[in-house]
C-alpha cells in the first residue's frame, strides 16, 4: 500500500513550510506525506533516503522510527559509514549527521532502498546509549521495540555475535525479566 501523497500545489507554501516544522509531514521524492501515513519501515526508510549518502546506513533514533518504535523521525538524522564501502565523499546534507564510528554491514538491512542499522544493532545502540546518558526519547524508544518479541530476539542475536560487547549481561538479564513479565501477563489474562 502506497503512502498518501500530497502533491506539489496541494497545500499553500506556507502551510506546507508549517507542516513541515510541526514534523507533520515528511519528504518522499518531490511530494510529502503525512508521517502518520507512513506505517511500514520501507516507507518509513525511503522517506530519509533524500539524507543518506551513498555508502552510509540511518542507526539510533531515526532507525527505531523506520522499526516503528517513534511517531515522527528525530529532527536530526544519524548515520555512519558502512565499513568495507566507499562514501560519497559528500559531507551529510543539512538534516543529517554522520557520526565517527563506522558500522558492520552485517548490522545493515535495506529498506525501501535505504541501508538503515538492522533492529538488533539498532535496540543495542539505543540502549547501550541509555544506559550510558539517560535519556527519556531514547529510553521510550528501547521500551517500545523490546515489546516486540522480534526485536528481542534480534537483540539477543545481536549480542552472540560479538563477543565481550559492553553492557551485554545487562541487556539479557533485562530481555529475560521482560519475557518473564511478559508471560505472567500472559497467565493473569
Known amino acids: 500500500m502506497a503512502p498518501f501523497v500530497l502533491r506539489p500545489g496541494a497545500l499553500s507554501p506556507a502551510e506546507l513550510s508549517a507542516a513541515l516544522l510541526d514534523g507533520d509531514v515528511v519528504p518522499v521524492g518531490e511530494a510529502f506525506s503525512p508521517v502518520a ?13 533524500h539524507l543518506v549518502p551513498r555508502g552510509c546506513a540511518i542507526v539510533e533514533l531515526a532507525a527505531a522510527w523506520v522499526h516503528g518504535a517513534l ?21 551529510a546534507p543539512d538534516g543529517a549527521r554522520l557520526l565517527s564510528r563506522r558500522i558492520d554491514p552485517a548490522h545493515v538491512v535495506s529498506r525501501g532502498g535505504t541501508e538503515v542499522s538492522g533492529l538488533g544493532r539498532t535496540v543495542y545502540d539505543l540502549w547501550a546509549s541509555h544506559l550510558g546518558e539517560p535519556s527519556e526519547a531514547v529510553g521510550g ?3 517500545r521495540l523490546l515489546r516486540d518479541p522480534l526485536a528481542q530476539e534480534s537483540l539477543l542475536a545481536h549480542l ?18 521482560l519475557r518473564a513479565e511478559q508471560a505472567q501477563d500472559d497467565v493473569t489474562r
Not at 507512513?38 to 525511503?46: N, S
Not at 563477543?163 to 545487562?170: N, Q
Open 37 to 49: 501515513s507512513i506505517d511500514r519501515p520501507d516507507l518509513r526508510a525511503a522517506t530519509l533516503g
Open 71 to 91: 511517531r515522527r523521525p528525530p529532527e536530526i538524522v544519524r548515520l555512519r559509514l558502512i565499513r568495507g564501502r566507499s562514501g560519497s565523499g559528500a559531507p
Open 141 to 143: 524508544a528501547v521500551r
Open 160 to 177: 552472540e555475535g560479538i563477543p565481550r560487547l559492553p553492557h551485554a549481561r545487562t541487556m539479557r538479564s533485562g530481555v529475560a525479566a
